[in-house]
């Protein structure tokens, strides 16, 4: 973009006609409309950066920056390892600095809740599911940004955008998914005289009950507040057997159903028969794996850091990598759906170095970066883009197809509704999960969902 | 007074200002001070603004309006506060009895003469000194139906059945109460302890010449003598238990299905998690006006005995 001493010179010539003239007052208008235009469009920073971003680049950071991103312990530390490799590298190559701060997934939000409301903190934070729209008042527009990569990168995951999208602009770019498939004993599956994973609901209970009849291992799935595993797991079920917790225009609740009823039901049988195990209602994620590595379940639903810890970390001794294999969703009689866990990258407005943040960003996103960041983390995530989305371990390793594979069948806490603050706070009571367990424990299927339909009432349609 | 003060005076730098600093009151006020300024800093103005969030509609990131009473009123039809409220009274209640009954016991225990005493005193405070997310996530291991030790033990060598601690309402709630048990005896113990050593010996003389039992010992000497400092623990310990979230958010996080939510816990839900932090002002203020009482109560007793 010219700026005031391209038009000053440029002025200052004598020689004056009325094509110039028409011309230089046409250059004037220009510079005085252009910024805000690109300002609403993004390319301004508006933080203590000087320069304006050009339109259809991505922004250069500013030598002497220092950003801070704020994310999780991935389940998988060799990503991890990975990303702080990344990050100083590309401190390095550019003279800023660049810190990755971790913490526990679970204390990811009470962090990034304290940041948004002291309104300082973090330069970039990583979003699990639907945080943009919870704290849609704290990120940055990076419509213009996300524009950029998608031009680059492809096509966004339909998951990915609608969680970064909030009232059509983009407060988040899309990172990564952490897809959740079944990881299994084959050998305890043989035990049990069963040859093929199970494929449907239905299938799952025979499994259970052929296990069950072997006083074998039990399949086992979190019925507690686990944010993850809890969450990927009973989601779908209602939304096999067609429940849905409300309308697709995100203002009645639906909850209340025959469809709603079929999957509850089901998960009453099975649960009462002793087809899954009986001791999940306070799980949270991490107890799952350590139910497995301890040989004590037979299956369980999972990001792919059971197997990765089987199969690819040594420290730990392959105790059952010979016998572990992973599996994807089971469908229902209505369909087969998926959730997975979800991340996102928001740039803060409070920020000073946005400009930093985003060419950050978009370096983790290049995609020989992305690759060997889905590379080191063996399987367990995958990318959001369209270019993204075929990393090697995924061909070398035909075991961590599943995990691909449910990728394509993602959906989000409250689908069909779009995400927003109320289907976040569903998610966050663990309304759905609780009306599982509580018809698991009670037997009682139609007072579960209606305690379910009364607390989503209070959700979507009397909020305060 | 001296040459120096004179000189001083003379000089007009001890008048009537500084020789104000020889009274006592303003000057008792005066070093209070600094002390206020902290309170109010670090404890008024948290306190006044959670008030202040609560009767408002903000919401993380957003400071929102004054809505009154509305967030309170909102609240009176949630099933989850309505059953997180209960809890906590439970949960303080008889935890309270529990610390109280066998913090004393210990006291009195500790209280004799017996081989490596200092040493027992000091490994009996681990509870209370190793950081509570340790602790209780160590009880989590030992309450999990799937790895229980307690279960291993109850089943290979007492021959009972095994308990889901963790899973059902019921026992998740005791599974609390265990915990906050196990980990708060110490800290009544060791108070306790100190209150007893102050006891002068010379008392429990006189009454064992008079012919007095033990247990009258106990009733008419060590009670009346341990009161103000019992009295001061207890309502410590009830503020601090009504109040509790580390150990219910790491043991249980609500679960099964809420059932295990105290109000803090639900606080955070609501206020943190969900982002409706006018809401979790409500909720966590609501047993405020009850504990002033408590606490108003327990003062204005142990002044008017005094």
Known sequence: MADIRDITDYLAKDDWSRRRFLQATGLVAATITAGPILEACGGSTGNGTSTTTAVGTIPKPRAGAKIQLLQWNSFVPAADAEIKRQAAEFSTANNVTVTIQTVSGDQLQPKTASAVEAGSGPDIIQMQYGWPHLYDTACLDLTEFVNILKAQLGTVNAVNDAFCKVGGKYLATPYCQVPNAWSFRTDYWGQAGLTDFFTTWDELASAGKALKSKSLPPIAVSLGHAYGDAITMWYPVLWDFGGREVSSDGKKVTINSKETLAAVNWAIDTFKNQYISQNTLSWLDPDNNQAYHSGLITATLNGASIYIKEVYTTATGHKYAAVTNNAGMPKGPKGLESLNLIFNHAVMKWTQEADTAKAFIAYLMQPDNYTKWLNASVGYNAGPFQKLTNADIFNTDPKLKPFVGVVATGKWPGWPAQPSKATSQSQVQFVIVDMFAKACTSGDAKGAIADAEQKLKRIYETPV | ?306
């Open chain 2, 1 to 306: 007074m001296g040459a120096a003060v004179r000189g001083l005076e003379a000089r007009g730098l001890m008048g009537p200002r500084v020789r104000i600093l020889d009274r006592e009151a303003p000057l008792g006020y005066l070093l209070l001070v600094p002390l206020l300024l902290l309170l109010g800093l670090f404890l008024a103005y948290p306190f006044l603004f959670g008030i202040w969030l609560s009767v408002t509609n903000a919401q993380i990131g957003d400071n929102g309006h004054f809505v009154g009473a509305a967030n309170y009123q909102y609240e009176r039809s949630d099933t989850v506060f309505i059953q997180s409220f209960a809890n906590t009274i439970t949960y303080t209640a008889v935890t309270t009895v529990f610390k109280l009954g066998l913090g004393l016991l210990m006291a009195l225990l500790l209280n004799q003469v017996f081989p490596a005493q200092r040493f027992v005193r000091a490994a009996l405070l681990l509870p209370w000194i190793i950081p509570s997310v340790l602790s209780t996530l160590a009880w989590r291991w030992m309450f999990d139906p799937t790895f229980s030790v307690v279960n291993w033990v109850a089943l290979h060598y007492l021959h009972l059945p095994s308990v889901n601690w963790l899973g059902t309402t019921s026992t998740a709630l005791v599974s609390l109460m265990i915990v906050n048990t196990w980990r708060g005896i110490p800290f009544y113990g060791i108070s306790f302890l100190a209150g007893l050593q102050t006891i002068p010996t010379e008392l429990y003389e006189a009454a064992r010449v008079d012919g007095a039992t033990r247990f009258q010992q106990f009733r008419q000497i060590t009670l009346p003598m341990l009161r103000p400092i019992l009295v001061v623990v207890l309502l410590l310990s009830t503020i601090l238990t009504f109040g509790d979230f580390t150990l219910p958010y790491v043991l249980t996080n609500c679960a099964p299905y809420n059932s295990t939510c105290v109000l803090s816990t639900w606080a955070f839900q609501i206020g943190v998690n969900g982002g409706y932090i006018g809401i979790g002002a409500a909720i966590s203020l609501v047993l405020f006006p009850l504990l002033s009482i408590i606490v108003a109560g327990v003062l204005i007793g142990l002044r008017s005995r005094d």
